[in-house]
C-alpha cells in the first residue's frame, strides 16, 4: 500500500476510534445489547411457547397477549408508536440544544455528546425500536413470542417514563451554570491527562547534542496524541543502525496546537548531524507518532477546555449576547482552575525520556482572563471586570513568585480599557482588591497605577460624559 493510501487509513481509522470514544461506543453497545435480548428471547419463547403447546408455562401471560395475530398487531402499534416518539423527542431536544449553542457557542454540543447518561438514553431508545422490530419480524404461525412481547411491553413503558427524564435532563443540562460545570470537570481530568504525558517526558535535553534537523509536518490539523512508546523505539533503532549515539526529540507544538503543512513539528538533537538518508527513513515514523486530529478534544488537552470557556465568556460578555451572567461563570470556572493548577504539585518528568515537551496551561488560562477583561469594555459589561479583577486579586494574593510577573501584566492590561466603563460599586470593589493584593506581594509600581485609574474614573461620577470624555486625557 502506498504511502498516502496508509496515512488515509490511519486517518480513518483515528476518526472511528475518536467517534467511538467521543459519542458512538455507548449507544452501539446498547444497541448490541438489545439485540442479544431480542435473541435471547426468541430462543426462550421457542423452547417454553412453543405454538400449539397445551400447557405452557405462564398460562395468563400467554392467555393475554392472544395468538400470533393478536401479537403482530399488538407489536407493529407499539413499534410505530416508539418510533414516532423516538424521533419526535429526539429532534425537539436537538433543538433546544441548538438554541442553547447558538447563545453560549456551540461547544455546547462537545458538552451534551460526552455526558454518558444522554449516550445511554440515545442507544435505549435506538436499542429499543429495534428490539421491538425484530420481535414483529420473527412473529408468525409458527412462533409466538409471548415472553418477548411481555419484554416489549416492559421496556416501553420505561421508555416512556424516560422521556420525561431525558426532557428534563436536557433541560437542566442547557442551563449556563451546568455547561459550565461540565467544563470546568471535563478541562481539569484533561490536565490530569496531560500530566502524565508530561511525566513521561523531559523539559530540557540532554548535554551535548548540538545537531539539529527540524522535521516538518505533512498535514493539515491540530497535534493530538503523542505516541511515546513508538517514537522511543524507533529512535532507538536509528541510533543502532546508524551509529550516531543518542538521538532525542523536541515537540516544538503542544497538544492542540494548530498546524499547517511544512509546519515545523519535531527537532531531532543528536550529538553531531545525522545523515540525511537516516532522516529521510526515520522521519515519517517520528511524525506519524504525532496524531493530526481534525480538531480540539477534551480527551487529554486541557487547553481546549480553557478555550471553551473563553468563549463562551466572550460571546456572552461582548454585544453579540449582552448577558453577562455566563461571563461571570467562566470566570469564575477559569479562576478555580488556576488556583489547582499553581498550588498542584509540579508535573514530574524523566531525565532519562527521549522526548522534551514543554506545556504551560496555567499560563493559557491566565491570558484567557485577560481577553475576558479586554471585552468587557467593549460591552460595558462592569460585572464581568469586577469579576476578573476579584479573581486577579484572589489569585495575586496567593500566586508563586515566578506567576506575579505574569498576573501584574493582566492587571495592568484591564487598567487600559478602563475608561469605557462606569465605577459602580462592585467595580470598585474589585479594582481596589486588586490594587491590595498587589501592594501586599510587593508590586508597588502596578499598585500605584490601579489606584490613579481608579481615581481618574471616580472623577467623572456625578457627571454627564461619553465614553470618549469619561476619563481625561493626558
Known amino acids: 500500500m502506498s504511502n498516502p493510501a496508509s496515512a488515509a487509513v490511519r486517518a480513518a481509522l483515528r476518526g472511528v476510534r475518536r467517534a467511538l470514544r467521543e459519542f458512538l461506543g455507548v449507544p452501539l453497545a446498547v444497541v448490541a445489547g438489545f439485540v442479544a435480548l431480542g435473541a435471547a428471547a426468541y430462543a426462550v419463547d421457542a423452547a417454553y411457547f412453543p405454538v400449539g403447546a397445551p400447557d405452557p408455562p405462564l398460562p395468563w401471560l400467554a392467555h393475554t397477549l392472544g395468538d400470533s395475530g393478536a401479537i403482530a398487531s399488538l407489536l407493529g402499534t407499539v413499534a410505530t408508536g416508539m418510533i414516532t416518539v423516538t424521533s419526535i423527542t429526539f429532534s425537539l431536544l436537538l433543538i433546544a440544544v441548538q438554541q442553547s449553542a447558538s447563545t453560549l457557542t456551540n461547544h455546547v454540543f462537545d458538552q451534551f455528546i460526552r455526558r454518558w447518561s444522554n449516550k445511554f438514553n440515545f442507544g435505549f431508545f435506538v436499542g429499543l425500536s429495534i428490539y421491538l422490530l425484530?420481535?414483529?419480524?420473527?412473529?408468525?404461525?409458527?412462533?409466538?413470542?409471548?415472553?418477548?412481547?411481555?419484554?416489549?411491553?416492559?421496556?416501553?413503558?420505561?421508555?416512556?417514563?424516560?422521556?420525561?427524564?431525558?426532557?428534563?435532563?436536557?433541560?437542566?443540562?442547557?442551563?449556563?451554570?451546568?455547561?459550565?460545570?461540565?467544563?470546568?470537570?471535563?478541562?481539569?481530568?484533561?490536565?490530569?491527562?496531560?500530566?502524565?504525558?508530561l511525566a513521561r517526558t523531559k523539559r530540557r535535553p540532554g548535554p551535548g547534542l548540538g545537531g539539529r534537523t527540524v522535521l516538518r509536518a505533512g498535514g493539515f490539523g491540530v497535534v493530538?496524541?503523542?505516541?511515546?512508546?513508538?517514537i522511543a523505539r524507533v529512535l532507538e533503532a536509528a541510533a543502532r543502525e546508524g551509529g550516531t549515539g543518542r538521538i532525542e526529540v523536541e515537540v516544538l507544538r503542544t497538544v492542540g496546537a494548530r498546524l499547517a503543512y511544512r509546519d515545523p513539528l519535531l527537532r531531532l538533537l543528536s550529538a553531531r548531524p545525522l545523515p540525511a538518508d537516516l532522516c529521510d527513513r526515520i522521519g515519517p515514523d517520528l511524525l506519524d507518532a504525532v496524531a493530526l486530529e481534525p480538531r480540539r478534544t477534551l480527551d487529554d488537552d486541557p487547553g481546549y477546555g480553557i478555550q471553551q470557556l473563553f468563549a463562551i465568556g466572550w460571546t456572552t460578555t461582548s454585544t453579540a449576547k449582552q448577558n453577562p451572567q455566563p461571563g461571570i461563570l467562566a470566570c469564575h470556572a477559569l479562576r478555580d482552575l488556576i488556583a489547582r493548577w499553581i498550588h498542584a504539585e509540579p508535573p514530574g518528568e524523566d531525565p532519562a525520556a527521549p522526548v522534551i515537551y514543554a506545556d504551560d496551561p496555567v499560563r493559557e488560562a491566565i491570558e484567557a482572563l485577560e481577553s475576558l477583561a479586554v471585552v468587557t469594555s467593549e460591552g460595558m459589561q462592569d460585572r464581568v471586570l469586577a469579576e476578573i479583577a476579584q479573581s486577579l486579586?484572589?489569585?495575586?494574593?496567593?500566586?508563586?513568585?515566578?506567576?506575579?510577573?505574569?498576573?501584574?501584566?493582566?492587571?495592568?492590561?484591564?487598567?487600559?480599557?478602563?475608561?469605557?466603563?462606569?465605577?459602580?460599586?462592585?467595580l470598585e470593589a474589585g479594582l481596589r482588591a486588586a490594587e491590595a493584593a498587589l501592594r501586599e506581594r510587593g508590586r508597588t509600581q502596578a499598585a500605584d497605577a490601579?489606584?490613579?485609574?481608579?481615581?481618574?474614573?471616580?472623577?467623572?461620577?456625578g457627571r454627564l460624559n461619553s465614553r470618549s470624555t469619561r476619563v481625561p486625557g493626558g
Not at 493530538?224 to 513508538?230: E, W
Not at 513568585?401 to 460599586?425: F, I, Q, W
Not at 490601579?450 to 461620577?461: G, K, P
Open 134 to 197: 425484530i420481535t414483529l419480524a420473527t412473529t408468525g404461525q409458527t412462533h409466538r413470542p409471548v415472553l418477548g412481547t411481555a419484554l416489549a411491553l416492559l421496556l416501553s413503558g420505561v421508555a416512556l417514563c424516560m422521556v420525561v427524564i431525558l426532557i428534563y435532563a436536557t433541560i437542566d443540562q442547557m442551563r449556563p451554570y451546568t455547561i459550565v460545570r461540565a467544563i470546568h470537570a471535563h478541562t481539569a481530568a484533561a490536565h490530569r491527562a496531560h500530566r502524565a504525558l
Open 224 to 230: 493530538g496524541r503523542i505516541d511515546l512508546d513508538r
Open 393 to 426: 486579586a484572589g489569585l495575586i494574593a496567593d500566586a508563586p513568585a515566578p506567576l506575579l510577573p505574569t498576573l501584574e501584566r493582566v492587571a495592568l492590561t484591564a487598567l487600559s480599557g478602563l475608561g469605557d466603563h462606569v465605577l459602580t460599586g462592585a
Open 450 to 461: 490601579v489606584r490613579e485609574a481608579i481615581a481618574d474614573l471616580a472623577r467623572s461620577v
